[in-house]
């Protein structure tokens, strides 16, 4: 069993940067492939970056590349989404997600987390 842990969320206003973190307890996550995922009100859960189980492969949704880089530090069971000139369009709920099977939109994700709110004014 894999505890996550969402914390970093916050209020921010358009164009400033967040950084959040998802650290993992009761197992290591160095054989998960990890991912960000983010729900706003009233709409689908999308995913937005996840990382492969050994930090080589990184894979970003198109709505935020070049603005947010997803990275790991297996020493500490932890994952990060640092997010870079943030819009009123990321606002959501940002939920961190772990996986036997992958790290893309398309994997079925093992555990998740309860999530941590990101909210850019504008």
């Known amino acids: 069993q894999v505890q996550l842990d969402e914390s970093g969320g916050g209020l921010v206003q358009a164009g400033g940067s967040l950084r959040l973190s998802c650290a993992a307890s009761g197992r290591t996550l160095s054989r998960y492939g990890m991912a960000w995922f983010r729900q706003a009100p009233g709409k689908e859960r999308e995913f937005v970056a996840g990382i492969s189980w050994n930090d080589r492969s990184q894979y970003n949704a198109n709505s935020v590349k070049g603005r947010f880089t997803i990275s790991r530090d297996n020493a500490k069971s932890t994952v990060y989404l640092r997010m870079n000139s943030l819009k009123p369009e990321d606002t959501a709920v940002y939920y961190c997600?772990?996986?036997?099977?992958?790290w893309g939109p398309g994997d079925s994700y093992d555990y998740w987390g309860q999530g941590t709110q990101v909210t850019v004014s504008s």
């Open positions: 997600a772990a996986s036997t099977r992958g």
